[in-house]
C-alpha cells in the first residue's frame, strides 16, 4: 500500500496496545539470537535490530518522541550494518544512523517529484503488528526546523555534537529555510550558530 508524498503524514504510536512480546521494541533492542527465541527464525529476516522495518519503526519512533529506548538504540557502536532507509555517509555507526534517520523524519516539510509512502506490517507474521512506512522513488525531500524550539531538540543537538554524520541534512535545512524566508529566526540558536561558525559552506 502506499500513498503520494503529498499527503505525507506523521505515524503515531506504532505498537501501542500490542501483546507485549509483539511490541516492535522486543525486536529492534535485542539481538538477532534472542529474536529467534522470542519471535521465530523467520522474524530475524524481516525484523531483527538492524532490518529495514526496525529502522523505520525507530526513526518514527523517536522522531515523536525520544524516549529511553531511543537513547539506548543511538549508543549502538556497531558499524556492521547499512542504513537500509536512504543513502548516509559510510561507517556511521547504528546509533548514528538512527539518529539521522530520525532527523529525516522529524524535519521533512516538503517533497518534490516522484516519491510515495509504502506502508506494510511490522512482522507480516503477527495478525496484530503496526503498520510502518518508508519512502520509495526518486523524489527530493526538503527539511525545516522550529527556531523557537530548536535549542531543546535532543535529534539536534546530537547531531551538532557531531555534524559530519548528517552533512546533507544540515545543508538542506539551511536552504530550505532560506527559500522559505524563516533563516533568520536561528540566529543565536546553537543551530544557527554552527551556520555562522561554518559559512563557507552555506551560502
Known sequence: MTDNCSSYANIFNLGQNQNPVNNPLTYCLSSELDNGFMHGSGANETSGEYSKNCQTYMAHRCANNWDKYCELASNNNNRTYPNN??????????????????????????????????????????????????????????????????????????????????????????????????????????????????HQYFK
Not at 534517520?101 to 512482522?123: H, L, M, Q, W
Open 85 to 198: 532507509l536512504g543513502r548516509t555517509k559510510y561507517g556511521l555507526t547504528a546509533g548514528e544512523i538512527l539518529i539521522v534517520n530520525t532527523a529525516r523524519e522529524k524535519y521533512i516539510v516538503e517533497t518534490s517529484g516522484d516519491c510515495a509512502r509504502k506502508y506494510e506490517p511490522f512482522d507480516p507474521q503477527v495478525p496484530s503488528s503496526p503498520m510502518v512506512s518508508y519512502w520509495i522513488g526518486n523524489g527530493i525531500h526538503h527539511y525545516s526546523v522550529n527556531a523557537q524550539h530548536i535549542d531543546q531538540d535532543i535529534v539536534m543537538n546530537k547531531i551538532l555534537q557531531k555534524p559530519s554524520i548528517a552533512e546533507e541534512l544540515l545543508i538542506n535545512i539551511y536552504n530550505t529555510m532560506k527559500r522559505y524566508g524563516t533563516l533568520s529566526g536561528l540566529k543565536g540558536t546553537k543551530l544557527g550558530n554552527f551556520y555562522a561558525q561554518n
